[in-house]
Structures are given as C-alpha cells and as structure tokens.
C-alpha cells in the first residue's frame, strides 16, 4: 500500500476535523462502523487508510515502523470508541498526527523537541515488562502481553497542556488505570502510587548525555484516589495506532487535568507506597515543579505565566492563544479530589 507523507498530501485530501466529528456521530455500536469514520477521516499525515482497515494510524513516509510490535497485534478491532459528548470527549479541533508525534518531550532521547523522534531508532519496546512492587498483594514482574490481557481498550480524546504553555487534543487508546490497579489489590497501606521509566543509556541517548540535569530513571507519582480517577488511563496508542517510542511505547500515564510531566512514558515500574514518592522535575526545581502539578491559571510557574496557552500547530490562520482552564478544563470531574487544599501551597 503506498504511504504518501504529510507534505505530499494535497489540502484537499485532508478531512477537516469538523467532519470527522459530524462522522462520529453516526456511529453504530458496529465497531467496523466506528473504525471505518476513523480511518477516512482522522489523520492528515495518512489519507491512505481505506474504510474497513481499522483503527490504524498511518505514519508520515520514515516514520513507519518496520515491522508491527507483536503485543499490539491483532488489538485494534476492539478498541471501543469515544462516546461523543461524554466525560472522556472534547470536540476541539484534534491535533493532526503529524504534530503529536514529532513534536515531543521525552528528555531520555534529549532536550529538543524534536530530539525524541530522531533519536530513537534504538528503542525497543518488545519484549516489555512492569514490575508490580510495594504495598500490593500481588507483586511481581508481568509482561506486557500479561498486563494487558484482561482490558479492553478504549479510546480518549483528552487535552495535553504542558507547563511550557503549549497543549494539544490527542486522540489515546488504553484503560482506565484503576482497572489495573484493583487488579494487583494494593494493602491499606498504599496510599500513593509510583511509576518510573525505562533506564537503558544503550537506547536511550539522553541518559548517556553529559549534559543532563535529570537523574534517571524519570519518575513520577499520584495519591491514591489521583490514581483511582476514571479520566487517568495508561495509554498504549495514539490515533487508532500502537503508541510509537518518542509519544512512551509501549505504555504511559495520561493525567489529563495534570500539567504533562506527570505523565510518564516507557513505564517499567509501579511501587505502592505508604508515603509521598519523589518526583522528577520537583528534585530537580522544587519551586518550579510541585508533586500535585494540577493545571492551573491562577498559580504561576517563575519563568512562564500558565492563564494562556498556546494549541499546537500554531498556523498563520489560526487564532491559537487560548485561555488556560482550572485543571485543564476538567474541573467537574476532578476538582472534589482537592477541596479544602491550598493549590498554591501544593502546586
Ligand atoms: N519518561 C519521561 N516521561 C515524560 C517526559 C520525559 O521527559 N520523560 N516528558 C513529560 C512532558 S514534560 C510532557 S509535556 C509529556 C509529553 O508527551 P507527548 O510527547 O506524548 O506529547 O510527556 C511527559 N512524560
Ligand atoms: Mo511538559
């Protein structure tokens, strides 16, 4: 099947997202349905994908993996599809493909935004395992194809605003978080839950540079009930796609009404813990970086305002300067976590 890139694609091909939406709202409980809108309609960076061939995102041209990672296979016939209008939905314009997964933070493969994209050709997210430590009744070392196995994927169309005052609309595939947690049956003792990335300097160039202010592995946390949320999901795609190395193959966090730092990428680790587990960017710049890191207009970072955000890709056309929303935007859901807090005293 040809595979033309992002550039090659005139205009005119391109589904406005305002369409793809329109489309969503036919969806049957028919998954061939839903997939079928998917595919003709949601990627500018893939105009290739016939209806009826699945949920899969098509990677611009040199950015298609070579051969499909085998604990994806044979997973996207049944995702569930977004309930349009629901808790897990927006119908903001999506960010195209192309956007989300060349333009990164992923600080193990460096510090450039394009840096994550290029300088992981060595990563390999297959074979992969978590290991389940701490205060759980059921520790271990799982592979991935076991951790996955009693979930049924579904798809999120979540906001992704970055403390460095850009965001995105990102259409996920994965599980809510709290599934698996019940899972591994934490003790009343785990009150926090701890994740860490990947530690190989051999892939993972930016571990190995000499410039480098974090110390790795990355790691991040979330209180228990953070934890339990229906919005917080690990995610193991994007775009109908399996998640590709530089978007944190093969799993993630996604903490949506979080500033992006917290949601860690290439996960190898979750440890329940009685106490607050540290944290990256806040051992680093702990006046910078809180461990709540909940979005929010009103408390500002020292170097970068956070009441506007600019939504990627900023055009010539666009109007893209956006007000930024307490916690994102998901207030609603998520504010009642925090009553009687003083977020600017836990930032
Ligand atoms: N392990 C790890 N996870 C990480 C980061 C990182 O550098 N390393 N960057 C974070 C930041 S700052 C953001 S904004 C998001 C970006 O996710 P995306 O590249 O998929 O958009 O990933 C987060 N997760
Ligand atoms: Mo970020």
């Known amino acids: 099947m040809l595979i033309k890139s992002a550039q090659d694609i005139p205009s005119s091909e391109i589904t406005p997202e305002s369409v793809y939406h329109e489309r969503r709202r036919f969806m049957t ?17 893939r105009a290739d994908a016939a209806a009826g061939d699945g949920l899969r995102a098509r990677a611009p041209a040199g950015m298609e993996r070579s051969a499909p990672a085998a604990w994806w296979e044979g997973k996207f016939e049944s995702i569930k599809p977004v309930e349009v209008g629901g808790s897990f939905y927006t119908d903001e314009p999506l960010t195209p493909y192309r956007d989300v997964i060349s333009y990164n933070n992923f600080y193990e ?4 935004k394009g840096d994550p994209v290029a300088n992981s050709g060595a990563f390999k997210a297959d ?26 994927l579904e798809e999120r169309i979540y906001r992704l605003r970055c403390v460095e005052r850009w965001s995105m609309v990102i259409p996920w595939i994965g599980f809510p978080l709290a599934d698996l947690i019940k899972r591994f049956q934490p003790t009343s003792k785990a009150k926090y839950v701890e994740f860490l990335t990947l530690l190989d300097p051999e892939s993972m160039p930016g571990q190995r540079s000499r410039f480098t202010t974090i110390s790795w592995p990355y790691r991040e946390g979330l209180r228990m009930d953070e934890a339990m949320h229906p919005l917080t999901l690990l995610a193991v795609g994007v775009y109908g796609d399996y998640m590709p190395p530089q978007n944190g193959a093969p799993i993630r966090l996604i903490v949506p009404w979080k500033y992006g730092f917290k949601s860690i990428k290439s996960i190898v680790k979750i440890r329940f813990t009685e106490t607050e587990p540290a944290t990256s960017w806040n051992m680093l710049a702990a006046n910078e970086y809180g461990f709540y890191a909940n979005v929010n207009p009103e408390v ?6 956070q009441d506007m955000e600019t939504r ?10 956006i007000p930024t929303l307490p916690f994102n935007g998901y207030g ?8 009687g807090m003083d977020l600017s005293r836990y930032y």
Do not use: C
Not at 109 to 112: A, D, L, P, R, V
């Open 300 to 305: 500002h970072h020292p170097r970068w305002r």
């Open 127 to 152: 074979p992969w395992s978590v290991a389940i430590e701490g205060e759980v009744d059921k520790p271990g070392v799982y592979t991935l194809e076991d951790i996955l196995k009693p979930h049924t």
């Open 109 to 112: 493969f460096g510090t450039e």
């Open 312 to 321: 990627l890709p900023q055009t010539l056309f666009s109007n893209s300067r």
């Open 29 to 45: 409980g028919a998954l061939g349905v839903a997939a079928g809108a998917l595919a003709s309609a949601v990627a500018p960076g």
């Open 332 to 339: 609603d859901q998520v504010a009642g976590l925090y009553s």
